[in-house]
Structures are given as C-alpha cells and as structure tokens.
C-alpha cells in the first residue's frame, strides 16, 4: 500500500498562508495495519518534538534546510486553495494525515483520489517521524 494520501479536505483556514503564517505546524499520522500514532509539533526556529503512541521525545533541532523546505511547500498557494476529493466509505490499513498551521488545518487519507500539493508536504514532513 502507498503511503501517499487519496483524500484531502480542507477543515478550516484562511484562502492564503503567508510564508511567517505556517508555523507553529502540527502534523499527525495514524491508522496503517500497525495502529500508528505519531505526532510532530515544529516551532519557526526549528525545534520540534516527536510522538509515537502517546510517548513523546525529548526536543530536537530540525536541519535549517529541511525547515525552509517545509515552510516553502506549505506557502504553497495551491496548498491553500486546494479543493475536496471524493471519498471513499472505507480505508482498511490506510494512513489519516492531519496537518495544521496557524492559518488553516488539512485531513487527508490514504484511499481515494491524488493530491500532489499534500504529497509534497508529506516528502518533507515524514522523514521527521523517525526521529
């Protein structure tokens, strides 16, 4: 199974993000046939904390580049303007993705549909997961 989300939907936000407005970013994902449940808080000045199952790390520094990489994907504007997929009723072992900045707040999922402005969010955001 791809890791890469098939539904996106807009939950709240702003039509714009500018680019100081993406922080403080919050990013979860959970579900998949192992029960994740990982959550990462990211600070403007790259501190960030990472939790899995409740158990969270101590607080690390991001690579500045992999901060200014997400601070340019998620300035994005057709990241802000991005419109719903279609759903499906059921995503057995499927990923949900949650991700919310100052400005707005995205859900996606594993099991329907293609978002490329969502996937390049994620190429940045789950490698920060391993941590």
């Known amino acids: 199974m791809s890791r890469r989300p098939c539904l996106l939907y807009r939950v709240s936000g702003a039509a714009t993000a500018p680019a100081a407005a993406v922080f403080p970013v919050d990013f979860s994902r959970s579900g998949g046939i192992?029960?994740?449940?990982?959550?990462?808080?990211?600070?403007?000045?790259?501190m960030?904390?990472?939790s899995h199952r409740g158990s969270t790390g101590a607080p690390v520094?991001?690579?500045?580049?992999?901060?200014?990489a997400l601070q340019q994907v998620l300035s994005?504007?057709?990241l802000a303007t991005a419109k719903p997929l279609a759903s499906s009723a059921i995503c057995a072992d499927g990923f949900r993705y949650r991700?919310?900045?100052?400005?707005w707040?995205?859900?996606?999922?594993?099991?329907?549909?293609n978002h490329p402005e969502i996937e390049r969010v994620?190429?940045?955001?789950?490698?920060?997961?391993?941590?």
């Open 122 to 131: 994620l190429d940045v955001l789950l490698p920060l997961l391993k941590r």
């Open 34 to 46: 192992a029960g994740f449940d990982d959550r990462l808080h990211i600070d403007a000045d790259g």
């Open 61 to 68: 520094k991001a690579d500045p580049a992999v901060v200014a």
């Open 105 to 113: 707040t995205y859900s996606a999922d594993d099991c329907s549909g």
């Open 48 to 50: 960030m904390t990472v």
């Open 99 to 103: 991700l919310s900045t100052p400005a």
């Open 76 to 78: 994005a504007p057709s």
